[in-house]
């Protein structure tokens, strides 16, 4: 995978990605989870159908954006789907799970009868069952004055 930042603007809420290029992506994969992280802080990331040209374009996905100095990566992790035994329910396949603030999955499959079916699920992960990473957020934050004083 390689991509730059150079042409990107940095610390805006929401950050559009550069271009991403992918290689060695194991046959058979139909879509990828890219995030972006420093360290161990995880600004967002999101599900989306894996590119044909193996080039995932400028903009297709969204994340925090980057403010502080450092080095930031982008992971990308290829699933799989798995349609159960009662034809209606999809198990989702995503190694790592953890929590997170704002994940994206983008869904592009076809129904039973050969028709296109697409949506899209925000959410936040806060507590994975058996997972020793800590929750997104464990209590509410303290209020703070107009003024920014305590």
């Given amino acids: 995978m390689s991509f730059s930042f150079l042409s990107s603007r940095p610390c805006v809420s929401l950050f559009d990605n550069p271009e991403i290029r992918l290689k060695d992506v194991p046959q058979g994969a139909a879509s990828i989870l890219v995030q972006l992280t420093q360290a161990d802080q995880e600004y967002g990331g999101q599900e989306v159908p894996l590119p ?3 080039i995932l374009p ?3 996905l969204r ?3 980057p403010c502080n100095p450092g080095v930031y990566q982008y992971e990308v992790t290829v699933k799989s789907a798995k349609l159960q035994s009662d034809r209606k329910t999809v198990f ?3 190694p790592k799970i ?3 603030m704002q994940m994206r999955i983008s869904v592009h499959i076809n129904g039973a009868d050969g028709k296109p079916i697409e949506c899209e699920v925000d959410e936040t992960i806060n507590h994975v069952p058996g997972s020793s990473a800590p929750p997104v957020l ?3 934050l303290p209020p703070v004055a107009a003024n920014g004083a305590k």
């Fill in 52 to 54: 044909k040209n193996g």
């Fill in 58 to 60: 400028a903009g297709a």
């Fill in 63 to 65: 994340t925090f954006g």
């Fill in 92 to 94: 989702l396949e995503i």
């Fill in 98 to 100: 953890h929590p997170v």
């Fill in 138 to 140: 464990t209590s509410p």
